[in-house]
């Protein structure tokens, strides 16, 4: 059997497997194709998957002679006319907000595997590239906001009197959120942490952050670690709760998503009309449309001073260790789909596979993705 790994599109810099990844690969009894050109823009060149014995090829025949394509984003309708029925499509697709593609995999009769979708259990943490890859963007926010802050992030007392630390506001407690808690102290700011799950709070206190709480949150124990829908009345509280907050910091990270919904507006523009000049705000709701009410994806806009930094990308500024963690990811799924002997394997009984398979032989196998497809043809 064969593995192809594809290039992504600019601007992503990640590549599906790296050249370290390739003893791993060998385990599986199975041969490996790697466009050429897949691994640069993560520093890893054609010259080391060749030294590792790989074949470097074209993406075509990558596309042609593969039975597992990986590719971290969406294939083109091009590349996709290009694949046999019955090949493995696996990726980080996003399929609950990419419904017209998941229709053209069911045409095609693709089996498609999107990896941010597997169950977030306990035994599936080894292939949770969501946390793998918001780890990583948690982190480089709080470095791109303290490039951008006109203020320094720690205390400093100087013979010019004292500098107080910069204030850090991070809007939900997730991974991604816990990351930024521990980096933005290690920076020594003050940080004030908000998220409708009570369960974070002892995590975000350990971390030395301060744990904003309003009363009444809906239950999100079973939503996998994801934000739910809050009552009206729950929003207004938690509306007047976050502008108090978001008016007196100097840095915001927003992490807030809902599943297959448009992101949560946490901060409207009147409480950005109230934020101090040169505050900012790095969203990475981005991609779903943010948590600001001027959030643009891959944009920074400038209102009244503030600095809202659209980016729903920053893993990839890290992309060798963002490829590393997330290959490895992909790595621990592969073995629940390949056999010892390298045949394919798929398991629909086994939990993880099949809450990860979007389609197979002509038909969608995932029920939210299968609900929202319903509701879609409904309101058409």
């Given at each position: 059997m064969v593995i192809g790994v594809l290039k992504e599109p600019h601007p992503e810099t990640r590549v599906s497997l790296l050249p370290e990844h390739l003893?791993?690969?060998?385990?599986?009894?199975?041969?490996?194709?790697?466009?050429?050109?897949?691994?640069?823009?993560?520093?890893?060149?054609?010259?080391?998957?060749?030294?590792?014995?790989?074949?470097?090829?074209?993406?075509e025949t990558v596309l042609q002679q593969s039975s597992i394509l990986l590719s971290i984003h969406l294939l083109k309708d091009a590349d996709l006319n290009l694949v046999?029925?019955?090949?493995?499509?696996?990726?980080?697709?996003?399929?609950?907000?990419?419904?017209?593609?998941?229709?053209?995999?069911?045409?095609?009769?693709?089996?498609?595997?999107?990896?941010?979708?597997?169950?977030?259990t306990t035994r599936a943490q080894s292939m949770d590239v969501l946390s793998s890859q918001a780890n990583i963007a948690g982190y480089k926010a709080v470095l791109q906001a303290a490039n951008l802050l006109p203020h320094y992030f720690p205390m400093f007392m100087t013979a010019a009197g004292t500098i107080a630390p910069a204030r850090v506001l991070i809007l939900g407690a997730g991974v991604a959120g816990l990351q930024s808690i521990a980096t933005a102290r290690r920076l020594g700011a003050v940080v004030e942490v908000f998220d409708t799950r009570p369960s974070v709070k002892e995590e975000v206190i350990s971390l030395g952050g301060k744990f904003i709480e309003v009363e009444g949150a809906a239950d999100a124990s079973k939503a996998g670690g994801y934000a739910v829908e809050q009552t009206e009345d729950y929003k207004q509280k938690q509306q007047e709760k976050i502008q108090q907050s978001v008016i007196k910091n100097d840095v915001v990270i927003t992490t807030a998503q809902i599943p297959g919904k448009k992101a949560p507006v946490l901060i409207t523009e009147e409480t950005l009309n109230k934020m101090k000049n040169g505050s900012v705000i790095i969203d990475l709701a981005a991609a779903t449309g943010g948590n600001t009410a001027l959030t643009k994806n891959g944009e920074t806009?400038?209102?009244?001073?503030?600095?809202?930094?659209?980016?729903?990308?920053?893993?990839?500024?890290?992309?060798?260790?963002?490829?590393?963690?997330?290959?490895?990811?992909?790595?621990?799924?592969?073995?629940?789909?390949?056999?010892?002997?390298?045949?394919m394997n798929l398991n629909f009984s086994d939990d993880l596979v099949a809450?990860?398979?979007?389609?197979?032989?002509?038909?969608?196998?995932?029920?939210?993705?299968?609900?929202l497809i319903e509701k879609v043809t409904d309101t058409a």
């Open positions: 003893p791993l690969v060998k385990k599986l009894n199975v041969e490996l194709l790697i466009e050429s050109g897949a691994g640069s823009n993560a520093f890893a060149t054609d010259e080391k998957y060749k030294e590792a014995g790989v074949q470097v090829t074209s993406r046999e029925a019955g090949t493995v499509l696996l990726g980080n697709y996003q399929p609950l907000y990419n419904i017209e593609s998941v229709e053209n995999w069911v045409q095609k009769a693709v089996t498609v595997f999107s990896i941010d979708m597997i169950p977030r806009v400038v209102h009244n001073g503030v600095s809202i930094i659209g980016d729903s990308m920053l893993a990839a500024s890290m992309p060798y260790d963002a490829s590393k963690v997330y290959g490895k990811n992909i790595l621990n799924f592969m073995q629940l789909i390949i056999s010892a002997n390298g045949e809450g990860t398979c979007i389609t197979h032989a002509g038909k969608v196998m995932n029920d939210k993705v299968a609900l």
